[in-house]
Every structure is written in structure tokens, then in C-alpha cells.
């Protein structure tokens, strides 16, 4: 069984730093998660903000992915109407992440590119795609603000 630590580290402001005991980093902590999904450049209005529960296992290593799956979940038609991406070309730098993505949407394949701030209890994601219309290309840019909320219930 692991154990779940979190500290405060001070460095001008109180972080909270969460870390297992065997070494593995989370940049997110674990609870219920309010995460509101923006998109631009798509025929559909914007999902309302959705409560989810994110366990420290779904958040680590890729936090991202996780939020990214669960803001998706919330469009019409659930997650089987939803984009489904795999990313690929990851990196971090501290708090911040990119990535590559290619997504099977409604539309045949799209590839694209994301980035990502974290910080123990909030996280701004955003993908930006080039998609080919009848109209001709469009770009699609998708916004997920996430907070913590608390813990889970």
C-alpha cells in the first residue's frame, strides 16, 4: 500500500506540495475537480462546468490526460460522441506541459498541439487543431479550466 503525503513548502507563498512515498511527484492534488470546457471554432455551445472526482491515481503521471478525458466526457453525446486523442511528444518543465495530439473526431483524423499549467489546485489546458471544413480549414482551440473543489464525498 503507498502512503500520500502533502507538505507546504515555502517560497514566497504556501504550495502545497504533494508527493508518494516510493518518489512519484504529484502536480495535482487528488479530490473533486470543477472543470469548465471552452471551445471555439466548433458548431456547439460549451458544455456546463462538471464535478468529477480525480483519485491520485488517475492524476499521476500525466494529470493532463486525466482532466482532458474528464472535460471531454461532458460534450454532447458523451465520451463515445467525443474526440478520441492520444498524445504523444510530452513534456515538462516544472508546472508547465506540451504535447502533440491526434484525435479521431466525427470529421476522420486531426492532429493538433496542447499545453498546460499546473498548480496543486487549479490547471489551464489548451489544444489548438487545424480541422479541414466543407468551408475549408478552421482552426479549433479548446480551453479546460480546472479547481479543486474539496474531496471527494
Known amino acids: 500500500m503507498r502512503t500520500f503525503f502533502c507538505i507546504t513548502v515555502m517560497a514566497g507563498l504556501a504550495v502545497p506540495f504533494c508527493t508518494w512515498a516510493q518518489g512519484n ?15 471555439r471554432g466548433a458548431p456547439i455551445a460549451d458544455p456546463p462546468p462538471r464535478s468529477v472526482c480525480l483519485s491520485a491515481q488517475e492524476l499521476s503521471p500525466q ?17 463515445a460522441a467525443g474526440p478520441q486523442c492520444a498524445l504523444s511528444d510530452f513534456k515538462r518543465d516544472a ?9 479521431n473526431g466525427p470529421r476522420g483524423p486531426v492532429q493538433g ?12 489546458l489548451q489544444q489548438t487543431f487545424e480541422v479541414d471544413t466543407p468551408l475549408g480549414p ?12 474539496g474531496a471527494c464525498a
Not at 25 to 39: I, K, Y
Not at 63 to 79: C, I, Y
Not at 138 to 149: C, E, F, M, V, Y
Open 113 to 124: 498541439a496542447g499545453t498546460g499549467v499546473l498548480a496543486a489546485q487549479t490547471a489551464t
Open 63 to 79: 494529470p493532463e490526460r486525466a482532466l482532458l478525458d474528464a472535460a471531454l466526457r461532458s460534450l454532447p453525446g458523451g465520451p
Open 25 to 39: 511527484t504529484l502536480l495535482l492534488e487528488p479530490g473533486r475537480w470543477e472543470l469548465s470546457l471552452n471551445v
Open 138 to 149: 478552421q482552426t479549433l482551440k479548446q480551453t479546460i479550466r480546472a479547481r479543486r473543489t
Open 95 to 103: 508546472a508547465q506541459s506540451s504535447w502533440q495530439a491526434r484525435c
